[in-house]
């Protein structure tokens, strides 16, 4: 069903979410590539290729060049790329109307560095996917994320990222630029300070958006859980984790260590705890994707437990009331403010399973030694990395 | 031969407007409602019975009619309008009184559909984005209404395994918004005055009241059992419901919320049912795919059935609520009926 691409924006908001709303099946001719390759490509704002595009407009708040498709700059050039490759596709022969290049079918475009292919989508109507002139006045995507937020957030964050924590990415290029993969991390510190630091990280760095999937918990509490979602937060429910990895090709961030992480004590740091059941094993067989580990060092020191209230926790409703280093020190303001730790984040090598996918049910005895291997794997990492550590505060 | 088509509550938007769309369909040779009041719609050739839904009439209604379909729109899900005694009476009793009728030895009936509502998968913090049609409910059931729906789906599902010669369809709607409907949100939208809970921002679905007929006629044309979710595409954050909508969110404190709200409705400010408390906190978003696949296209999407219901609004807050230009006179309706001295199918 073909999409009527013609009409000019209304609002200089407009071609952001024109693109987030071509979320289909796109047929897309790829001059690099002698045939059509049918490939899925997610909304703009989530598409693992358009981000980097689109993060760019919307960090400058919707950006002069909004209105002029044709004389963008390549913003990509003189972006932070860290550690990282540069993800210089040229971007100059888009309109705004023009869905992003999609994931998989610009694979020659990919490093070349060479022309963008002028993708002509065909877009086949699917049952979520909202119309173009879809009444829509904020980009609140069907995850309760949205860009501007996120934006927002980033700006807020960064300065923590740079200056506070002094994030430092190893492997960073393991991460691909395209396509979904289930990152999984080692969870730690009362208020865990990983998971913004990875979402960060890598939105900053590869442009491209991370869901972090967190216990439903966090929806029970007002205001807190809706900034939350708005800031790219998920409830980690197997369907939504299928429907973003499988479905969106995104990238999705678990912990599999659950509350078990960040709630144990400073006397447990970096023992990572039971990785639940598996289950996130399992998710990534069904959705094919692969597992990519992230061990982080530094969060664990970066609000310590020092004891927990059980009692309390109990009768207020919460997982853990954990009584920190940080709130000792600085009393109520501790709740809020991290000690200045160092963090690293070491990339490891991304985990293919040789399974079928899509399947309702896998080998438990499969997924539960997979499950080991990558909670060893990580524990190694994680050794390997504070053996090189010389100081928590510089790393 | 064409189609004998019963449709339960004509007098209600479902049941009216669904018979409306079936006149016009000349594969429907006969087309009977029932209902407790008079139908609100002008309708050309359905026939009304003002009954309520006993068995014993029921019986010999499917038995006289020799209906092939029956459409149950007669399912209140509207938990503002009706006590929650009457609510289990019309929806669990009803239902069951029609499906006993329904599936009587002997009967002609081969499609039954019934309207459901999404209220059935609830609303909890534990909550997938989408549910799919299969996906167990989470909340804990706490509305009669959503208990309501519970059983009646579950003597439906019976009734499907009884009688496999006949096609079972169940629609389950999200929230209804249109110019003719009236539900809790469509009453808080038009006093422009929409409660909220504070710190909550759910994501909700909407379907507009055309695609609600159109669906309920897709699939009685069609023939299509299963059990089926109707919504607009795509979500939307409560918040913007209230900005598309043109009304003032009314923040209720997270705690203790019924208590706050009900001085509220007690006066008529809001309507704030026990099955909108749980929405307007964790929201609901239900994936369509099963019915789009099955041939259905929407006309509105979520947001687009919130602009669609604003504009309706607007008109009416300009020219005033609009006259019901058509009142059912049971002496007329008959005459132009049944007399002799009616010349029929000259200008349909």
């Known amino acids: 069903m073909g999409r009527v691409t013609a009409d000019p924006p209304k609002t200089s908001k407009a071609p952001s979410r024109r693109a987030r709303a071509i979320e289909a099946d796109v047929v897309t001719e790829d001059p690099g590539a002698s045939s059509p390759r049918t490939t899925r490509t997610a909304s703009a704002s989530r598409s693992p290729a358009a981000a980097p595009e689109v993060l760019a407009d919307d960090r400058t708040g919707g950006g002069p060049d909004d209105d002029d498709p044709t004389g963008r700059a390549p913003a990509d050039a003189d972006r932070p790329t860290g550690s990282t490759r540069s993800t210089g596709s040229p971007r100059s022969t888009r309109t705004p109307e023009q869905p992003a290049p999609t994931p998989g079918a610009s694979p020659p475009g990919r490093g070349t560095n060479g022309a963008a292919p002028s993708t002509l989508p065909v877009a086949v109507t699917r049952p979520d996917e909202v119309p173009a002139d879809d009444p829509r006045r904020s980009d609140v995507d069907e995850w309760g994320r949205s860009e501007h937020m996120r934006s927002i957030v980033r700006r807020l964050y960064d300065p923590m990222y740079k200056h506070w924590f002094r994030v430092e990415w190893e492997g960073l290029e393991k991460i691909p630029m395209s396509g979904g993969a289930l990152l999984v991390a080692n969870h730690a510190g009362a208020i865990p300070s990983d998971a913004p630091a990875i979402m960060h990280g890598i939105e900053e760095e590869l442009g491209r958006p991370v869901y972090g999937m967190a216990d439903y918990f966090f929806r029970t509490i007002p205001l807190v859980g809706t900034m939350w979602s708005r800031a790219g937060g998920v409830p980690a429910h197997p369907d939504n984790a299928y429907r973003l990895l499988h479905e969106q090709q995104q990238l999705a961030l678990v912990f599999p260590e659950g509350t078990k992480g960040p709630s144990k004590t400073y006397a447990d740091r970096y023992r990572l705890r039971r990785f639940g059941r598996g289950g996130f094993v399992e998710i990534a067989m069904r959705a094919g994707v692969p597992v990519i580990p992230l061990a982080v060092v530094g969060a664990e020191e970066s609000m310590p437990i020092l004891f927990r209230l059980n009692g309390l926790a109990k009768v207020i409703g919460v997982p853990y009331f954990p009584v920190t280093a940080n709130s000792l020190l600085m009393g109520p303001l501790g709740t809020l403010v991290y000690f200045p730790v160092k963090i690293k984040i070491r990339v490891l090598d991304p985990i293919h399973f040789d399974v079928d996918e899509g399947l309702d049910r896998y080998s438990k005895s499969r997924i539960m030694d997979e499950a080991e291997r990558i909670r060893g794997q990580l524990q190694d990492a994680l050794h390997d990395m504070l053996r090189e550590r010389r100081s928590v505060w510089f790393g | ?348």
Request: net charge neutral; hydrophobic share 40%; charged share 25%.
């Open chain 2, 1 to 348: 031969m064409g189609r004998r088509v019963l449709i339960t509550g004509l007098d209600t938007f479902w049941g009216g407007r669904m018979a409306q769309a079936l006149e016009n369909d000349p594969g429907v040779e006969m087309i009977m409602g029932m209902g407790t009041r008079e139908p609100k719609v002008p309708l050309e050739r359905t026939e009304f019975v003002r009954a309520d839904q006993t068995y014993s009439i029921l019986n010999r209604i499917v038995r006289a009619t020799q209906v092939d379909t029956i459409v149950h729109t007669f399912l209140e899900t509207n938990s503002v309008q009706v006590s929650s005694r009457l609510l289990h009476e019309i929806n669990v009793i009803g239902t069951l009184n029609l499906l006993a009728a329904a599936g009587a030895p002997g009967t002609p009936v081969r499609q039954v559909v019934v309207k459901s509502s999404t209220h059935i998968y609830g609303s909890s913090e534990k909550d997938p984005a989408w549910f799919r049609e299969g996906t167990r409910r989470n909340a804990s059931v706490r509305t009669q209404l959503e208990r309501s729906l519970i059983e009646v789906e579950a003597l439906v599902r019976d009734f499907a395994d009884d009688n496999p010669h006949v096609v079972v369809t169940v629609l389950r709607f999200a929230n209804v918004l249109g110019s003719d409907i009236v539900t809790p949100i469509s009453f808080d939208l038009r006093r422009r005055l929409l409660p909220c809970i504070a710190g909550y921002d759910p994501l909700v679905q909407f379907v507009e009241e055309d695609d609600v007929v159109r669906s309920l006629e897709h699939v009685t044309r069609l023939r299509i059992p299963g059990i089926f979710n109707v919504a607009g595409a795509g979500k939307l954050p409560w918040s913007e419901v209230a900005s598309i909508g043109g009304a003032h969110l009314l923040p209720l404190p997270p705690f203790n919320t019924r208590a706050f709200a009900r001085p509220l409705t007690r006066v008529g400010l809001i309507q704030f049912p026990a099955e909108i408390d749980s929405l307007v906190r964790y929201g609901r978003g239900v994936d369509t795919t099963r019915l789009i696949e099955s041939g259905f296209t929407y006309r509105y999407s979520s947001a687009g059935a919130v602009e669609s219901f604003a504009r309706a609004n607007n008109l009416r807050r300009a020219v005033g609520a609009h006259e019901p230009g058509y009142r059912y006179e049971q002496d007329v309706e008959q005459f132009f009926r049944h007399s002799p001295a009616v010349v029929r199918g000259i200008d349909g």
